[in-house]
């Protein structure tokens, strides 16, 4: 299987670092409803882990929640209500709609604040390490201190502050010797949740959240770190920052994987420009293997724009799937299905194409229903169909086929009730 990895900008084969494939993707932030955008990354990374599990390979997959936020403490103060209820409220809203999406549950689903502990022993490293330094109760990591800094974003470092800045960073912070530096731990502000630490009361910053859960889940190997490409600057780059100077010379991550942006009538979905479209206003119009065909008929590197005419194609695809896993089976010539699996893999080891995957199974459906019409055997090739389908969560034919999917979630449920 082929893979692009943002750090070598290059399509490279992949493998597995060892005897499972351990993928870490950033999760949520809970503080409002999951929209297209959220759904694109999650369901592509969907069909990358039950690709490799049906290519006979052992995935450990890894998605954090980020309860403890800028961003879920700003609206939580916006609608008066407790940051915790907040967080766990929105977590149990985005479950519920991977569950309709019938997306596979990661093996962990850790809070930020789970792993507050191991937080502060990164953090103490790291000061240690000299990449970090201390001030008025706050620890900043000091770009300036790692040359690496750059090297999966590619950006200039000219122009990385604007972008930080757009994205969390706040350049006038007296304390910061660098306006881009970025902070490791905040001291306690009033009103705010903190914890005690070393450097007195405070809260983790955002980019050590995932690095420290990244590597207590997986170990000190990630084969595949996933996000949007939104996160690659800064979050992963600082990810990337906060790890590799306390190793020597092994990378952090072996395969960064960056998910393109959606849009809606030409400008990016996102929660600030007001036009997101929520999986939860979809669903009560179309059929979840309808919104996971159209999520799977863009290729996950490419930027698309939301077109409900769009969805309706998919949605008309969907129902051939369906149809053709019904289709009677006669007693003539079984229908073989072997190019189509040839077809079907190519298409996924060349950088998950799952647009072009969903093309072998267009052309499969049809011809079973061909071949269902000459009364022919269709039903390794219905097999067939379907096995591909589950790579998308489809359910097509038996209904309640896939019973991990939300039984899995239903496990996380009550840690956020
Ligand atoms: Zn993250």
């Known amino acids: ?32 409803t999951t929209h297209v955008g959220h759904a694109f990354t999650y369901a592509s990374v969907d069909a990358l882990v039950r690709y490799l599990e049906l290519r006979g390979m052992s995935v450990q997959y890894v998605q954090n929640v980020t309860d403890i936020d800028d961003d879920i403490l700003r609206r939580a103060r916006a609608v008066g209500e407790d940051w915790k209820q907040l967080g766990n409220q929105w977590t149990t809203h985005y479950i519920r709609d991977m ?12 809070r930020a604040t789970d792993v507050i502990d191991d937080i502060i022993d990164q953090v103490r490293k790291l000061l240690k390490r000299g990449v970090a330094y201390q001030a008025n ?43 881009l530096d970025f902070v490791l731990w905040q001291a306690e502000m ?17 980019h050590i959240e995932c690095s ?8 000190d190997r990630v084969d595949i770190h996933g996000g949007g490409a939104d996160l690659c ?14 190793r020597e010379r092994r990378p952090f991550v072996r395969v960064w994987m960056h998910t393109a942006m959606v849009e809606y009538k030409g400008e990016k979905m996102s929660k600030s420009l007001g036009n997101l479209v929520m999986i939860s206003d979809l669903l009560p119009k179309y059929t979840a293997n309808a919104v996971r065909v159209y999520l799977a008929s863009h290729h996950y590197r490419k930027p698309w724009s939301f077109d409900e005419g769009d969805l309706k194609k998919a949605a008309r695809l969907a129902e051939k799937f369906e149809k053709a896993v019904s289709a009677p089976a006669g007693t003539g010539t079984p229908l073989e299905s072997e190019a189509a699996w040839a077809a079907f893999t190519a298409s996924m080891d060349n950088d998950l194409d799952t647009p072009g995957a969903l093309k072998v199974m267009e ?4 011809a079973i229903e061909d071949a269902s019409m000459a009364r022919r055997n269709v039903v390794e090739a219905q097999s067939a ?22 039984d899995g979630w239903n496990a996380l449920l009550p840690r956020f009730a």
């Open 363 to 366: 052309g499969l459906a049809e």
């Open 190 to 206: 009033p009103g705010e949740p903190s914890w005690e630490s070393p450097w007195g009361k405070g809260r983790p910053g955002w």
């Open 137 to 179: 109760g706050n620890v900043y990591y000091s770009v300036s201190s790692w040359p690496e800094f750059g090297k999966l974003s590619q950006i200039p470092r000219s122009e990385m502050l604007p972008i930080a800045n757009e994205r969390g960073n706040y350049p006038n912070d007296p304390h910061k010797r660098d306006p």
């Open 1 to 32: 299987m082929k893979l692009y990895n943002t750090l070598s900008r290059s399509v490279e084969p992949f493998e597995p670092g060892g005897d499972s494939v351990k993928i870490y993707v950033c999760g949520i932030t809970p503080y409002d």
């Open 233 to 246: 600057f800064p979050h992963h780059e600082c990810e990337i920052a906060q790890v590799e100077p306390l």
């Open 212 to 219: 420290t859960l990244a590597q207590k889940y997986l170990g």
């Open 385 to 406: 169909l379907k096995t591909f389908g589950s790579v998308f969560g489809l359910r097509l034919g038996s209904p309640g086929g896939d019973e991990p999917v939300p």
């Open 99 to 110: 569950q309709a999406l019938n997306i596979r549950p990661p093996d962990h689903f850790p």
